[in-house]
């Protein structure tokens, strides 16, 4: 990195996006290798899922519209109940299939993006293959915190809905129920940037602390306080963007009316390479972010025991102790 430790907690909202693209500038080589090998791939499964999607339920749709034209138990509407049902099937094992998948690639890729980062931060031998060696082991501890944060996002949504049903029944019929309601979405949408939030920090925390699921979840808490505005920032901006890139793609490519094959195929490149290079500085940012909350509050990650954990010891992944983390106080 450019800055001193002591000096990235000053970085703005538009700092943190040029210190990560400084980085990646920098060692371009090593993470144009990573984004072909996990990040492309990633972007390609995601873009791929939209389309497939598309028809799924355009067969669904075109299905249910000749049940509703069919005579009713005739052998015509027997035939569409049956393509009903395996279409549904279809629809149901792709997207578990899908899930798993992109989960696997998205836990690979951050892992990647997360150590890269932290190893250029130490000033640590750094090369390709030494990524993809501690990658595999990494990615574990990264299951765990999202376990943890699934379990918190299950939680509020039922509360949250919950809430919004009681809400709705008391209020039925009144002129303020509207106003509530409107009131209610706005402060569920901040929780759940919020927990969004904590859960793209825990992941850096559980990759380079010793702490996972939860507890990651906790300290990523801590560490954003003083910051959340303009980590709130960030995060929403960056969120912006992946809607956007993924929108363009529906209207482009999986729509494409009007279009040429050809056109929409083209379309369709250019916006698989957009949302990969989008999903590589994303991972680098929530990096960044997590060494500009760890400055802020005056912690340091020592270079040499930042290294040192770094290593992988007797084909195990060491993650750096809280001790090591918790290291002198620069004081201003």
Known sequence: MDCEPEELQFLSMLGIYRESAKLIHSWRSLFARIAVSLILPLSLLFLLHIQISYYLFNSIDSDDSALDRAAPDSAAEHRILQRLASDWMKLMIFKGVYLVALLVLALLSTAAAVYTVASIYSSKEL?????????????????????????????????????????????????????????????????????????????????????????????????????????????????????????????????????????????????SVLMCAFVLFALVVQTVVYFVCKSYH??????????????????????????????EQFHV
């Open 127 to 271: 090369s390709f293959s030494r990524v993809l060696s501690v990658v595999p082991k990494v990615w574990r501890r990264l299951m765990v915190t999202f376990v943890a944060a699934f379990v918190l996002l299950f939680g509020y949504n039922t509360l949250a809905i919950s809430g919004l049903v009681l809400v709705l029944l008391l209020l039925d019929g009144t002129v303020v129920a509207a106003p509530v309601a409107v009131l209610f979405a706005f402060f569920y949408l901040a929780g759940l940037i919020y927990i969004s939030i904590i859960w793209h920090l825990a992941s850096v925390v559980s990759v380079l602390e010793d702490s996972k699921g939860f507890e990651a979840m906790r300290k990523s808490r801590l560490l954003i306080k003083g910051k959340i505005w303009t980590v709130a920032g960030i995060f929403t901006l960056l969120n912006f963007g992946f809607v956007t890139v993924e929108v363009t793609f529906r209207e482009l490519v999986v729509k494409g009316a009007g279009m040429v094959p050809a056109t929409r195929v083209f379309y369709g490149f250019v916006i």
């Open 298 to 327: 005056h912690e340091s990650i020592d270079k040499s025991n930042l290294s040192d954990h770094l290593e992988v010891y007797l084909g195990e992944y060491v993650p750096l102790k809280a001790k090591d983390v918790q290291l």
